[in-house]
């Protein structure tokens, strides 16, 4: 399975800042996931990062709230925009690997917001 | 709408034991099945998994089982440990590589 990276482990943050989470794999992967799950609360799809092109939103979920960029087959970045405490959640990426149907996850990024 | 479901948020079982972690899903389009294990601070592992032509998957202490006219699956794990204690979360999905949906987690604590 690939191994998945993401910076930073957690962060505090102050309401109406913007916090950019990043995503590495160690090998290219055809999808990068990202997830957010709220306390208490199942993971829930944001949106899928597509490289070259726009990301793909989930509904509840816009470009403007959580711009995405991937700009190779390793690499993506979540930025959590304009940031209030009910933003407060674990975000994760994940990546479905070559060769398989089964989606891997990287470590999450907690992220608080006051 | 939770297209994936586990209705016991918590489950206790004595080490050596069967558990059993329990998972509905409502959408018939569902042909793969997943089980995720996490433990606080980390990220979703995934632990099994198991395709709509089978019934029956088993690696190792765990084997997962599918009851398609049920829309049902389930998780043992024979025997229980102590570091199996973790939130288990089971997916489905209905394409390969697209949208997983995830059911809200079941805590599981193996008593030593």
């Known amino acids: 399975s690939a191994v998945i990276s993401q910076k930073p482990s957690r962060d505090i943050c102050q309401r109406g800042t913007s916090l950019t989470i990043q995503c590495q794999v160690d090998s290219q992967v055809t999808m990068m996931f990202w997830y957010r799950q709220q306390p208490g609360q199942s993971l829930t799809l944001i949106a899928t990062?597509?490289?070259?092109?726009?990301?793909?939103?989930e509904s509840g979920f816009v470009i403007d709230k959580f711009p995405i960029s991937r700009p190779n087959l390793t690499f993506s970045t979540l930025t959590v925009s304009n940031m209030s405490p009910e933003d407060s959640s674990i975000y994760l990426c994940?990546?479905?690997?070559?060769?398989?149907?089964?989606?891997?996850f990287g470590p999450g990024t907690r992220l608080t917001v006051l | 709408d939770q297209q994936v479901k586990q209705n016991s948020p918590s489950l206790s079982v004595q080490e050596g034991r069967i558990s059993i972690l329990n998972c509905d899903y409502t959408n018939s389009m569902f042909d793969y099945f997943l089980w995720y294990k996490k433990y606080p601070a980390e990220g979703p592992t995934f632990l099994i998994s198991?395709?709509?032509?089978?019934d029956k998957n088993e690696d190792g202490r765990f084997t997962v089982f599918l009851n398609k006219s049920a829309k049902h699956l389930s998780l043992h794990i024979v025997p229980s440990q102590p570091g199996d204690s973790a939130v288990y979360f089971c997916?489905?999905?209905?394409?390969?590589?697209?949208?997983?949906?995830f059911g809200t987690g079941t805590s599981l604590t193996v008593i030593p």
């Open positions: 198991i395709s709509s032509i089978k």
């Open positions: 997916a489905a999905s209905a394409n390969t590589g697209n949208q997983f949906y």
């Open positions: 994940s990546v479905v690997s070559g060769g398989t149907d089964t989606q891997y």
């Open positions: 990062a597509n490289q070259g092109s726009e990301a793909t939103y």
